[in-house]
């Protein structure tokens, strides 16, 4: 508490040289987090001092390589920043793929080989002997927005990251919505479509298998195949983002492509409204960049979709203000639900 209240004081007396030695102290007696974020070609980790939100140290490692196993490389990450005299008073990781945050097992990792039941909770505590939970990355990132970015103020939201895949997380009440086993939030697995794409889970007709970045482009692609002209014909490989860039270049076919996508995002939304009833949906992500061409038509579906506009009274629709940070800032929001 000294040093928090110190920190906050506008009194220059406080840092003069007559208490040079009972501020060093005091420093050196500050309460840590360490929080890391697991991505499939990079891990970061991150430490934190209990009394501010901007990290004092980040460091970064590739998920794979040199011989390491990923957790190998997460728990040697994490030693790297370790205090030497400040005292750690939990460890978060945001984990890709479901798991489960209370026992702490990531069931499965995508774009990680090998990474299946991994007791990543177990492994921490047993390395750095100190409290240690983990969580999924999309649900972290709706405690990171809802703590720190774009949805302070809102009790009830709902976080959907549209981007290589689509997940998301929840907010009801003020408290992170997890299920019995933390599984819950899987808001890219609803079926939009029966008769729709195969999506990467294996099911068919899920809104990753429509909306998300790579579903974008292999549409678009797939139309240039069937003779549908395009200023991206003449490229071998393109990606969400090039389709974006496309359809701000007036081109009829990715304009199409967003317009697509964004009504598919609209008639989910409209289903997750009818189900939670939030104040505000966070929509984050790689191809929310895409602008007017995805979000247009995504207000619009939602309108039309929506059973009643008594669920878009107030409503706010809005993108995500934490950038790549999302992660390790969920993370944080989760670390401090440990002291």
């Known amino acids: 508490m000294l040093l928090i209240l110190f920190t906050n004081m506008d009194d220059s007396r406080l840092y003069s040289t007559r208490q040079p030695k009972?501020?060093?102290?005091?420093?050196?007696?500050?309460d840590t987090y360490i929080v890391a974020d697991i991505g499939g070609t990079?891990?970061?980790?991150?430490?934190?001092?209990?009394?501010?939100?901007t990290p004092v140290k980040i460091v970064r490692t590739s998920t794979q390589g040199d011989g390491q196993e990923p957790l190998e490389r997460l728990l040697n990450l994490i030693a790297t920043i370790w205090p030497v005299s400040d005292r750690v008073v939990a460890i978060a990781v945001a984990a890709p793929g479901p798991s489960?945050?209370?026992?702490?097992?990531?069931?499965?990792?995508?774009?990680?080989?090998?990474?299946?039941?991994?007791?990543?909770?177990?492994?921490l505590q047993e390395r750095f002997q100190t409290l240690a939970t983990i969580g999924n990355d999309a649900n972290l990132a709706a405690m990171g927005e809802w703590r720190y970015g774009a949805g302070k103020g809102h009790n009830h939201l709902l976080y959907v990251t549209v981007s290589t895949g689509i997940g998301g997380g929840v907010i009801s009440d003020g408290k992170l919505l997890l299920g019995v086993?933390?599984?819950?939030?899987?808001?890219?697995?609803?079926?939009?479509?029966?008769?729709?794409?195969?999506?990467?889970?294996?099911?068919?007709?899920?809104?990753?298998?429509?909306?998300?970045?790579?579903?974008?482009?292999?549409?678009?692609?797939?139309?240039?195949?069937?003779?549908?002209?395009?200023?991206?014909s003449s490229r071998v490989n393109f990606s969400a983002k090039d389709v974006a860039w496309?359809?701000?270049?007036?081109?009829?076919?990715?304009?199409?492509?967003?317009?697509r996508a964004g009504t598919y995002l609209g008639i989910a939304f409209a289903d997750f409204l009818h189900i939670f009833n939030p104040s505000a949906i966070i929509i984050g992500g790689?191809?929310?960049?895409?602008?007017?061409?995805?979000?247009?038509?995504?207000?619009?579906?939602?309108?039309?979709?929506?059973?009643s506009e008594a669920y878009l009274e107030d409503l706010v629709i809005t993108t995500a203000a934490l950038g790549d940070e999302v992660g390790l800032m969920g993370a944080l929001a989760l670390a401090q639900t440990l002291a």
Request: charged fraction near 20%; charge should be positive.
């Open 100 to 123: 489960d945050p209370y026992e702490g097992i990531v069931f499965e990792a995508p774009n990680i080989p090998g990474w299946t039941n991994v007791p990543l909770k177990k492994h």
């Open 42 to 53: 990079q891990i970061r980790a991150a430490l934190f001092p209990s009394y501010q939100t």
């Open 246 to 259: 496309a359809a701000n270049e007036n081109d009829l076919l990715a304009k199409t492509a967003l317009k």
């Open 181 to 232: 086993r933390g599984l819950a939030g899987e808001l890219g697995h609803i079926t939009v479509d029966p008769n729709g794409p195969m999506c990467g889970c294996g099911k068919r007709g899920h809104l990753e298998a429509i909306a998300s970045g790579p579903a974008i482009s292999r549409w678009v692609a797939d139309e240039i195949s069937r003779g549908v002209p395009s200023i991206l």
């Open 286 to 307: 790689g191809v929310s960049r895409s602008g007017s061409h995805l979000l247009v038509p995504l207000r619009n579906a939602l309108r039309e979709h929506v059973i």
């Open 22 to 30: 009972i501020y060093a102290i005091l420093c050196a007696m500050a």
